[in-house]
């Protein structure tokens, strides 16, 4: 059906073929209300709301402004169909120690989630070994942001726009990963994080 919004009795303007009726019943039904509660709300008579959802009438702007007000709602949401979005279904499940391990000089990864490639984020457990800054030479510092929280242990966060932190098991920190940063065991053992880092 070609709906046609008319502003005034001199201005009529053709807005493509939609459904407002449907797109009206359905945003009435998903806020759990029934006609004549949508019609308290907009203060039109539950008879004009039935025939626009039947599409026996088409709703003149101003019938459409009161829509939106009474249901609070944008008015382009009367005319523009939702987007509907396709779920992947895409899973990897990471058994306990049973991922990825990569060994540097300051931290020990083990990189989960691995058998996807192009992933938005990239989580990650890591035993922390580094003690000082001085073991690091300089800022660490990548693309896209990163979340940190504590699994065991006690660790210090240094970041070149912030003064360091100390962080306990249960404590998390997101954060610019470009902005230079470098974590630190403060803590007798070797302290363990969990790193998600999004891109």
Not at 24 to 53: C, F, G, H, M, Y
Not at 56 to 62: D, G, M, V, W
Not at 104 to 109: M, P
Not at 139 to 151: D, F, I, K, Q
Request: proline residues 3%; negative net charge; hydrophobic residues 40%.
């Amino acid at each position: 059906m070609s709906m046609t919004v008319a502003s005034s009795k001199h201005d009529a303007r053709a807005i493509g073929s939609v459904s407002i009726g449907a797109q009206l019943k359905s945003i009435r039904v998903k806020s759990d209300l029934t006609l004549r509660e949508a019609a308290n709300l907009t203060t039109l008579a539950p008879s004009t709301l039935s025939k626009i959802e039947n599409e026996q009438i088409s709703p003149t702007f101003a019938v459409m402004q009161k829509l939106a007000a009474g249901l609070n709602i944008e008015l382009p949401q009367l005319f523009t169909k939702p987007t509907v979005t396709q779920a992947t279904g895409r899973r990897d499940v990471t058994l306990k120690e049973q991922g990825n391990y990569q060994l540097t000089s300051t931290y020990e990864h083990e990189l989960l989630s691995t058998q996807f490639s192009h992933k938005k984020m990239m989580p990650y457990k890591c035993r922390v070994h580094a003690r000082s800054f001085d073991e690091f030479g300089e800022w660490v510092r990548h693309s896209g942001e990163e979340y940190m929280l504590v699994l065991e242990g006690e660790v210090q966060l240094m970041t070149e726009f912030y003064e360091p932190v100390n962080l306990v098991e249960g404590d998390s920190v997101y954060y610019d990963a470009m902005m230079g940063h470098v974590l630190i065991s403060v803590s007798e053992n070797d302290a363990q994080i969990l790193w998600v880092t999004a891109k």
